[in-house]
């Protein structure tokens, strides 16, 4: 049950360039969507969070982008750093049925070049 | 800044052997999680743990598993009798409530069945 899909498994960026990173779902009733970096041997770090009442949340270089009607948000980078090379982990919470896990994409691995 | 801790960070056990997966939430936190991620798949939730019991559990979280909080700090993910399959990261996650904020993980413990 893929109800989170992240379809590009690999993004290759040069530094100082946006990168885009997409997620789509399938479950209606999410309606909080957090975005997390992962390195090599270590825990999924939390980036930046939309709930459904907004389209979009910017924290310094990082915004994310909801739109509801696509079931689609996206995550962009700018200016793009070597340091943010990192797999990606869209998520998606169904807070409104009271539920309170997260249900996760398959990740994106963005390499930055220098 | 606090952190989620995990202990330990790699354990080779033989299967059908008990092991433990200790972690040591954000101390004000109040909602508790257990994640695993198979090599190369996604991040799958399987336990939720809330006011000394569990809130949410996955179809993987059958009765092999169980969960405790012993003490006030500890929060424990216990697999019976381990099979080849269980082999992966485990990754606890705690977050501060159910309301619009993010679950933050600890490194994970690496668990290898042989």
């Known amino acids: 049950d893929q109800q989170v899909k992240q379809n590009s498994p690999s993004l290759s960026v040069q530094e100082g360039r946006i990168s885009i990173l997409n997620c789509d779902y399938t479950n209606s009733m999410f309606d909080y969507f957090l975005w997390y970096k992962k390195y090599p041997a270590e825990g999924p770090t939390f980036l930046i969070s939309?709930?459904?009442?907004?389209d979009k949340n910017e924290d310094g270089r990082f915004t994310v982008f909801l739109n509801k009607s696509a079931k689609h948000l996206s995550l962009h980078i700018v200016p793009s750093q070597p340091g943010d090379s990192a797999v990606y982990f869209c998520?998606?919470?169904?807070?409104?049925?009271?539920?309170?896990?997260?249900?996760f994409g398959t990740g994106t691995r963005l390499t930055v070049i220098p | 800044e606090p952190e989620v801790t995990q202990t330990p960070s790699h354990q080779v056990t033989q299967m059908g052997q008990e092991v433990i997966l200790r972690c040591v939430p954000i101390?004000?936190?109040?909602?508790f999680y257990w994640y695993r991620q198979i090599l190369g798949q996604k991040v799958e939730f399987l336990v939720s743990?809330?006011?000394?019991?569990?809130?949410?559990k996955s179809e993987i979280f059958d009765d092999q598993f169980s969960v405790e909080r012993p003490d006030g700090s500890n929060f424990t993910l216990k697999i019976r009798s381990t099979k080849l399959e269980d082999s992966a990261m485990y990754f606890c996650?705690?977050?501060?409530?159910?309301?619009?904020?993010?679950?933050?993980f600890g490194n994970g413990t690496r668990l290898t069945v042989t």
């Open positions: 743990f809330y006011n000394n019991e569990i809130s949410e």
């Open positions: 101390s004000n936190h109040l909602y």
């Open positions: 939309i709930s459904s009442i907004k």
């Open positions: 996650a705690s977050r501060l409530n159910s309301v619009i904020s993010p679950l933050h």
């Open positions: 998520a998606a919470s169904p807070i409104q049925t009271g539920a309170n896990n997260l249900f």
